[in-house]
Protein backbone atom coordinates (compact mmCIF):
# COMPACT_ATOMS: atom_id res chain seq x y z
CA UNK A 1 0.00 0.00 0.00
CA UNK A 2 1.57 3.19 -1.17
CA UNK A 3 1.89 6.16 1.90
CA UNK A 4 0.48 9.45 0.91
CA UNK A 5 1.98 12.55 2.99
CA UNK A 6 -0.65 14.93 3.64
CA UNK A 7 0.93 18.70 2.81
CA UNK A 8 1.48 20.41 5.89
CA UNK A 9 1.09 23.59 3.80
CA UNK A 10 -2.49 22.41 2.65
CA UNK A 11 -1.26 23.94 -0.92
CA UNK A 12 -3.93 21.33 -3.18
CA UNK A 13 -6.31 20.18 -0.32
CA UNK A 14 -8.90 19.10 -3.21
CA UNK A 15 -6.16 16.92 -5.55
CA UNK A 16 -4.52 15.47 -2.29
CA UNK A 17 -8.66 14.81 -1.84
CA UNK A 18 -8.49 13.22 -5.21
CA UNK A 19 -5.23 11.04 -4.10
CA UNK A 20 -6.68 9.37 -1.07
CA UNK A 21 -10.00 8.17 -2.50
CA UNK A 22 -7.91 6.78 -5.66
CA UNK A 23 -5.89 4.89 -3.29
CA UNK A 24 -9.16 2.84 -1.46
CA UNK A 25 -11.28 2.96 0.95
CA UNK A 26 -8.61 2.91 3.75
CA UNK A 27 -5.21 4.53 2.35
CA UNK A 28 -1.82 4.83 4.27
CA UNK A 29 -1.03 8.38 5.21
CA UNK A 30 1.92 10.38 6.59
CA UNK A 31 0.56 13.03 8.79
CA UNK A 32 3.04 16.22 9.46
CA UNK A 33 6.31 15.54 11.65
CA UNK A 34 6.40 12.02 9.98
CA UNK A 35 3.73 9.84 11.78
CA UNK A 36 2.09 7.10 10.42
CA UNK A 37 -1.54 6.03 10.27
CA UNK A 38 -4.46 5.28 8.46
CA UNK A 39 -7.69 7.42 6.65
CA UNK A 40 -10.78 6.81 5.86
CA UNK A 41 -11.43 7.95 2.51
CA UNK A 42 -14.60 6.18 1.19
CA UNK A 43 -18.28 7.16 2.53
CA UNK A 44 -19.56 3.67 3.17
CA UNK A 45 -16.76 2.68 4.84
CA UNK A 46 -16.54 5.60 7.26
CA UNK A 47 -19.87 5.17 8.04
CA UNK A 48 -18.87 1.78 8.84
CA UNK A 49 -16.25 2.73 11.15
CA UNK A 50 -17.56 5.02 13.00
CA UNK A 51 -19.83 2.87 14.52
CA UNK A 52 -17.66 0.22 14.98
CA UNK A 53 -16.56 -0.87 18.60
CA UNK A 54 -13.52 -2.25 17.80
CA UNK A 55 -12.12 1.15 16.85
CA UNK A 56 -12.11 3.55 19.65
CA UNK A 57 -10.80 6.96 21.19
CA UNK A 58 -8.50 5.50 24.22
CA UNK A 59 -4.73 6.59 22.81
CA UNK A 60 -3.30 3.84 24.84
CA UNK A 61 -4.65 1.57 22.00
CA UNK A 62 -1.58 3.12 19.69
CA UNK A 63 1.35 0.99 19.80
CA UNK A 64 3.04 4.13 18.38
CA UNK A 65 2.03 5.79 22.07
CA UNK A 66 2.91 2.71 23.60
CA UNK A 67 6.26 3.06 22.26
CA UNK A 68 7.05 6.45 22.88
CA UNK A 69 7.25 6.72 19.16
CA UNK A 70 5.42 10.20 19.60
CA UNK A 71 6.69 13.40 20.97
CA UNK A 72 4.82 15.62 22.93
CA UNK A 73 6.45 18.31 21.01
CA UNK A 74 4.65 17.11 17.73
CA UNK A 75 2.72 19.98 16.31
CA UNK A 76 -0.67 17.57 16.42
CA UNK A 77 -0.58 16.59 19.79
CA UNK A 78 -3.33 18.55 21.29
CA UNK A 79 -5.56 17.18 18.33
CA UNK A 80 -3.94 13.33 19.34
CA UNK A 81 -4.21 13.46 22.63
CA UNK A 82 -6.37 16.64 24.13
CA UNK A 83 -6.71 15.22 27.19
CA UNK A 84 -9.98 13.53 29.02
CA UNK A 85 -13.12 14.59 27.50
CA UNK A 86 -16.39 13.32 25.35
CA UNK A 87 -14.01 13.26 22.28
CA UNK A 88 -11.46 10.82 23.83
CA UNK A 89 -13.33 8.29 25.61
CA UNK A 90 -16.07 5.57 24.46
CA UNK A 91 -19.07 3.69 26.34
CA UNK A 92 -20.15 4.50 28.84
CA UNK A 93 -17.87 6.98 30.13
CA UNK A 94 -18.61 9.17 26.68
CA UNK A 95 -22.21 8.87 27.88
CA UNK A 96 -21.71 10.52 30.79
CA UNK A 97 -19.41 13.63 29.16
CA UNK A 98 -21.85 14.21 26.52
CA UNK A 99 -25.17 13.95 27.56
CA UNK A 100 -25.06 17.39 29.55
CA UNK A 101 -23.88 19.04 26.27
CA UNK A 102 -26.23 17.13 23.95
CA UNK A 103 -28.93 18.34 26.20
CA UNK A 104 -27.90 22.01 25.79
CA UNK A 105 -27.77 21.88 21.70
CA UNK A 106 -30.82 20.03 20.79
CA UNK A 107 -32.55 21.64 17.81
CA UNK A 108 -34.92 22.58 19.87
CA UNK A 109 -33.35 24.35 22.32
CA UNK A 110 -30.46 25.81 19.90
CA UNK A 111 -33.75 27.16 17.85
CA UNK A 112 -33.94 29.75 21.14
CA UNK A 113 -30.85 31.16 20.52
CA UNK A 114 -32.05 32.42 16.80
CA UNK A 115 -33.12 35.66 18.29
CA UNK A 116 -29.24 36.38 19.64
CA UNK A 117 -27.78 35.12 16.70
CA UNK A 118 -29.98 37.48 14.51
CA UNK A 119 -28.66 40.30 16.61
CA UNK A 120 -25.68 39.59 16.24
CA UNK A 121 -25.63 39.19 12.29
CA UNK A 122 -27.32 42.06 12.08
CA UNK A 123 -24.74 44.36 14.18
CA UNK A 124 -22.15 43.07 11.84
CA UNK A 125 -23.80 43.57 8.99
CA UNK A 126 -24.20 47.69 10.18
CA UNK A 127 -20.63 47.86 11.03
CA UNK A 128 -19.71 46.59 7.32
CA UNK A 129 -22.48 48.88 6.21
CA UNK A 130 -20.94 51.51 7.53
CA UNK A 131 -17.86 51.49 5.76
CA UNK A 132 -16.96 53.70 2.27
CA UNK A 133 -18.27 51.47 -0.93
CA UNK A 134 -15.37 50.18 -2.67
CA UNK A 135 -13.20 49.13 -0.20
CA UNK A 136 -11.85 46.03 0.13
CA UNK A 137 -12.60 44.22 3.26
CA UNK A 138 -11.70 40.64 4.62
CA UNK A 139 -14.89 38.92 5.25
CA UNK A 140 -13.47 36.01 7.68
CA UNK A 141 -12.06 38.23 10.16
CA UNK A 142 -14.94 41.34 9.91
CA UNK A 143 -18.10 38.50 9.60
CA UNK A 144 -17.49 35.22 9.53
CA UNK A 145 -15.36 34.59 12.71
CA UNK A 146 -17.04 37.50 15.15
CA UNK A 147 -20.35 36.13 14.88
CA UNK A 148 -19.63 31.87 15.63
CA UNK A 149 -16.90 33.23 18.65
CA UNK A 150 -19.34 35.57 19.95
CA UNK A 151 -22.09 32.68 20.12
CA UNK A 152 -20.29 29.96 21.25
CA UNK A 153 -18.47 32.28 23.98
CA UNK A 154 -22.13 33.35 25.28
CA UNK A 155 -23.29 29.86 25.41
CA UNK A 156 -20.35 28.67 27.67
CA UNK A 157 -20.01 31.39 29.57
CA UNK A 158 -16.45 33.17 28.24
CA UNK A 159 -15.63 36.64 28.51
CA UNK A 160 -15.32 38.81 25.30
CA UNK A 161 -11.78 39.85 26.79
CA UNK A 162 -10.21 36.61 26.53
CA UNK A 163 -11.19 36.41 22.58
CA UNK A 164 -7.86 37.97 21.23
CA UNK A 165 -5.63 35.41 23.51
CA UNK A 166 -8.01 32.76 22.27
CA UNK A 167 -7.52 33.37 18.94
CA UNK A 168 -4.22 33.20 19.30
CA UNK A 169 -3.67 30.22 21.33
CA UNK A 170 -5.83 28.86 18.73
CA UNK A 171 -4.53 29.04 15.71
CA UNK A 172 -0.92 27.43 17.38
CA UNK A 173 -3.21 25.00 18.30
CA UNK A 174 -4.44 24.21 14.93
CA UNK A 175 -1.75 24.55 13.06
CA UNK A 176 1.60 22.21 11.34
CA UNK A 177 3.60 24.82 11.30
CA UNK A 178 3.95 25.66 15.44
CA UNK A 179 7.58 25.37 16.07
CA UNK A 180 7.97 22.15 18.12
CA UNK A 181 9.53 24.19 21.06
CA UNK A 182 6.47 26.20 21.25
CA UNK A 183 4.19 23.41 21.43
CA UNK A 184 4.19 22.20 24.85
CA UNK A 185 4.26 26.46 26.36
CA UNK A 186 1.28 26.44 24.17
CA UNK A 187 -0.78 23.67 25.36
CA UNK A 188 -0.30 24.94 28.89
CA UNK A 189 -1.38 27.93 28.13
CA UNK A 190 -4.95 27.22 26.68
CA UNK A 191 -5.10 24.63 30.10
CA UNK A 192 -4.20 27.72 32.10
CA UNK A 193 -7.01 29.78 30.32
CA UNK A 194 -9.57 27.53 30.46
CA UNK A 195 -9.21 26.50 34.13
CA UNK A 196 -8.84 30.22 34.78
CA UNK A 197 -12.99 30.39 33.30
CA UNK A 198 -14.04 27.21 34.65
CA UNK A 199 -12.64 28.98 37.97
CA UNK A 200 -14.33 31.98 37.28
CA UNK A 201 -17.56 30.22 37.05
CA UNK A 202 -17.44 28.29 39.99
CA UNK A 203 -17.09 31.58 42.41
CA UNK A 204 -19.74 33.28 40.05
CA UNK A 205 -22.18 30.89 38.36
CA UNK A 206 -24.65 32.15 35.27
CA UNK A 207 -26.96 30.93 32.86
CA UNK A 208 -24.37 29.40 30.60
CA UNK A 209 -22.95 25.76 30.07
CA UNK A 210 -19.64 25.61 31.70
CA UNK A 211 -21.97 26.78 35.08
CA UNK A 212 -24.23 23.47 34.42
CA UNK A 213 -21.04 21.37 34.15
CA UNK A 214 -19.63 22.16 37.16
CA UNK A 215 -23.16 22.06 38.59
CA UNK A 216 -23.91 18.87 37.42
CA UNK A 217 -20.21 17.73 38.56
CA UNK A 218 -21.38 19.01 41.94
CA UNK A 219 -24.82 17.29 41.99
CA UNK A 220 -23.14 13.43 41.79
CA UNK A 221 -22.68 13.48 38.04
CA UNK A 222 -18.31 13.01 39.31
CA UNK A 223 -16.94 15.02 36.37
CA UNK A 224 -13.63 16.05 37.11
CA UNK A 225 -11.77 19.51 36.92
CA UNK A 226 -10.12 18.08 33.74
CA UNK A 227 -13.20 16.82 31.78
CA UNK A 228 -14.77 20.22 32.77
CA UNK A 229 -11.52 22.23 31.42
CA UNK A 230 -11.05 19.70 28.62
CA UNK A 231 -14.76 19.53 27.80
CA UNK A 232 -15.09 23.75 27.64
CA UNK A 233 -11.89 23.73 25.80
CA UNK A 234 -12.97 21.09 23.12
CA UNK A 235 -16.69 22.83 22.54
CA UNK A 236 -15.06 26.48 22.22
CA UNK A 237 -12.20 25.44 19.42
CA UNK A 238 -14.97 23.45 17.92
CA UNK A 239 -17.91 25.49 18.27
CA UNK A 240 -16.26 27.91 16.45
CA UNK A 241 -13.46 26.90 13.83
CA UNK A 242 -16.19 24.83 11.83
CA UNK A 243 -18.94 27.59 11.09
CA UNK A 244 -16.32 30.35 10.19
CA UNK A 245 -15.28 27.78 7.37
CA UNK A 246 -18.66 26.84 6.59
CA UNK A 247 -19.90 30.38 6.19
CA UNK A 248 -16.76 31.40 4.06
CA UNK A 249 -16.60 28.21 1.80
CA UNK A 250 -20.54 28.72 1.21
CA UNK A 251 -19.77 32.55 0.23
CA UNK A 252 -17.00 30.94 -2.04
CA UNK A 253 -18.79 28.36 -3.61
CA UNK A 254 -21.49 30.77 -4.79
CA UNK A 255 -19.57 33.66 -5.67
CA UNK A 256 -17.94 30.95 -8.20
CA UNK A 257 -21.35 29.59 -9.38
CA UNK A 258 -23.02 32.38 -10.50
CA UNK A 259 -25.58 30.84 -11.71
CA UNK A 260 -26.42 29.06 -8.95
CA UNK A 261 -25.90 32.12 -6.57
CA UNK A 262 -29.12 33.65 -8.51
CA UNK A 263 -30.86 30.77 -7.80
CA UNK A 264 -30.89 30.76 -4.44
CA UNK A 265 -30.93 34.96 -4.51
CA UNK A 266 -33.97 34.67 -6.36
CA UNK A 267 -35.73 32.54 -3.68
CA UNK A 268 -35.78 29.32 -6.70
CA UNK A 269 -33.45 27.17 -4.15
CA UNK A 270 -33.33 27.61 -0.06
CA UNK A 271 -30.66 28.68 1.97
CA UNK A 272 -30.38 25.25 3.74
CA UNK A 273 -29.65 23.35 0.41
CA UNK A 274 -26.39 25.69 -0.19
CA UNK A 275 -25.43 24.96 2.95
CA UNK A 276 -25.87 21.29 3.05
CA UNK A 277 -24.02 21.45 -0.40
CA UNK A 278 -21.25 23.58 1.30
CA UNK A 279 -20.76 20.83 4.08
CA UNK A 280 -20.74 18.26 1.99
CA UNK A 281 -18.78 19.75 -1.18
CA UNK A 282 -15.86 21.91 0.48
CA UNK A 283 -16.29 20.45 3.91
CA UNK A 284 -15.08 22.67 6.61
CA UNK A 285 -13.03 19.34 8.65
CA UNK A 286 -11.02 17.90 5.95
CA UNK A 287 -9.26 15.07 8.70
CA UNK A 288 -10.23 14.15 12.05
CA UNK A 289 -8.06 12.86 14.33
CA UNK A 290 -7.66 10.49 15.76
CA UNK A 291 -8.76 6.66 15.89
CA UNK A 292 -7.39 3.50 17.29
CA UNK A 293 -8.25 -0.26 16.17
CA UNK A 294 -8.28 -2.76 19.33
CA UNK A 295 -7.85 -5.57 16.81
CA UNK A 296 -7.77 -6.45 13.18
CA UNK A 297 -10.70 -4.83 10.81
CA UNK A 298 -11.60 -5.46 7.67
CA UNK A 299 -12.29 -1.95 5.40
CA UNK A 300 -12.92 -3.37 2.06
CA UNK A 301 -10.72 -5.53 0.27
CA UNK A 302 -7.61 -4.00 3.13
CA UNK A 303 -7.06 -4.42 6.96
CA UNK A 304 -6.66 -1.80 9.40
CA UNK A 305 -4.27 -3.37 11.52
CA UNK A 306 -4.62 -3.74 15.31
CA UNK A 307 -2.92 -0.81 16.92
CA UNK A 308 -3.04 1.24 13.87
CA UNK A 309 -4.33 5.10 14.21
CA UNK A 310 -6.65 5.85 11.74
CA UNK A 311 -8.11 9.37 10.94
CA UNK A 312 -11.49 9.99 9.31
CA UNK A 313 -10.72 12.45 5.69
CA UNK A 314 -14.34 14.15 5.01
CA UNK A 315 -12.55 16.27 2.55
CA UNK A 316 -11.95 13.19 0.67
CA UNK A 317 -14.92 11.21 1.35
CA UNK A 318 -17.16 14.05 0.65
CA UNK A 319 -16.96 13.85 -3.25
CA UNK A 320 -17.05 9.80 -3.26
CA UNK A 321 -19.08 9.13 -6.53
CA UNK A 322 -19.67 5.74 -4.67
CA UNK A 323 -21.83 7.82 -2.51
CA UNK A 324 -22.71 11.06 -4.46
CA UNK A 325 -22.50 9.37 -8.26
CA UNK A 326 -20.71 10.62 -11.00
CA UNK A 327 -21.34 15.00 -10.40
CA UNK A 328 -19.74 13.94 -7.07
CA UNK A 329 -16.95 16.32 -7.75
CA UNK A 330 -19.60 19.48 -8.71
CA UNK A 331 -21.11 22.04 -6.54
CA UNK A 332 -24.81 21.39 -7.06
CA UNK A 333 -27.38 23.36 -4.23
CA UNK A 334 -30.15 21.42 -6.36
CA UNK A 335 -28.66 18.46 -5.10
CA UNK A 336 -30.52 15.66 -3.81
CA UNK A 337 -30.69 13.48 -1.42
CA UNK A 338 -27.78 14.82 0.21
CA UNK A 339 -26.93 11.98 3.09
CA UNK A 340 -23.42 13.63 3.49
CA UNK A 341 -21.28 12.80 7.13
CA UNK A 342 -20.05 16.25 7.62
CA UNK A 343 -20.50 16.49 11.03
CA UNK A 344 -19.79 13.10 11.51
CA UNK A 345 -21.60 9.74 12.28
CA UNK A 346 -22.52 7.16 14.96
CA UNK A 347 -21.70 7.86 18.87
CA UNK A 348 -18.97 10.79 18.66
CA UNK A 349 -21.05 12.86 15.83
CA UNK A 350 -20.86 16.30 16.33
CA UNK A 351 -23.66 17.66 18.76
CA UNK A 352 -23.39 21.46 17.34
CA UNK A 353 -24.48 20.25 14.40
CA UNK A 354 -27.85 21.69 14.56
CA UNK A 355 -25.93 25.27 16.08
CA UNK A 356 -23.25 25.43 12.88
CA UNK A 357 -26.32 25.05 11.00
CA UNK A 358 -28.23 28.16 12.69
CA UNK A 359 -26.09 30.54 12.50
CA UNK A 360 -24.66 29.72 8.69
CA UNK A 361 -28.72 29.92 8.09
CA UNK A 362 -28.53 33.30 9.83
CA UNK A 363 -25.45 34.59 8.29
CA UNK A 364 -25.62 33.68 4.79
CA UNK A 365 -29.51 34.87 3.74
CA UNK A 366 -28.75 38.02 5.81
CA UNK A 367 -25.12 39.12 4.17
CA UNK A 368 -26.29 38.51 0.51
CA UNK A 369 -29.84 40.75 1.46
CA UNK A 370 -28.01 43.08 2.54
CA UNK A 371 -25.10 43.13 -0.06
CA UNK A 372 -26.54 41.65 -3.15
CA UNK A 373 -23.86 43.16 -5.28
CA UNK A 374 -20.89 41.34 -3.14
CA UNK A 375 -17.57 40.62 -5.33
CA UNK A 376 -14.68 38.44 -4.37
CA UNK A 377 -11.64 41.01 -4.38
CA UNK A 378 -9.07 38.36 -5.70
CA UNK A 379 -9.48 35.46 -8.28
CA UNK A 380 -10.70 32.44 -6.16
CA UNK A 381 -7.67 30.24 -7.40
CA UNK A 382 -5.06 33.54 -5.41
CA UNK A 383 -7.19 32.47 -2.20
CA UNK A 384 -5.06 30.72 0.27
CA UNK A 385 -5.46 27.87 3.12
CA UNK A 386 -3.65 28.15 6.28
CA UNK A 387 -1.45 25.10 7.32
CA UNK A 388 -3.81 23.16 9.06
CA UNK A 389 -4.39 19.50 8.09
CA UNK A 390 -7.70 19.37 10.26
CA UNK A 391 -9.22 22.64 9.00
CA UNK A 392 -10.36 23.60 5.48
CA UNK A 393 -9.71 27.51 6.49
CA UNK A 394 -8.54 30.11 4.18
CA UNK A 395 -6.39 32.90 5.64
CA UNK A 396 -8.49 35.71 4.93
CA UNK A 397 -11.55 36.23 2.05
CA UNK A 398 -11.25 39.49 0.40
CA UNK A 399 -14.01 40.62 -0.83
CA UNK A 400 -16.01 44.19 -2.34
CA UNK A 401 -19.24 44.44 -0.44
CA UNK A 402 -19.99 46.49 -4.02
Not at 131 to 147: C, H, M, S, T, V
Not at 208 to 223: F, M, V
Amino acid sequence: MTRIALDPFVTDLDGESARLRAAGPLAEVELPGGVHCYAVTHHAEARQLLTDSRVVKDINVWTAWQRGEIPMDWPLIGLANPGRSMLTVDGADHRRLRTLVAQALTVKRVERLRAGIEALTTASLDRLSALPRGEQIDLKAEFAYPLPMNVISELMGVDGADHPRLKELFEKFFSTQTPPEEVPQMMADLGALFTKIVDAKRENPGDDLTSALIAASEDGDHLTDEEIVNTLQLIIAAGHETTISLIVNAVVALQTHPEQRKQVLGGEVPWESVIEETLRWNTPTSHVLIRFATEDVEVGDKVLPKGEALIVSFGALGRDEAQYGPTAGDFDVTRSPNRHIAFGHGPHVCPGAALSRLEAGVALPALYERFPDLELAVPASELRNKPIVTQNDLYDLPVELG
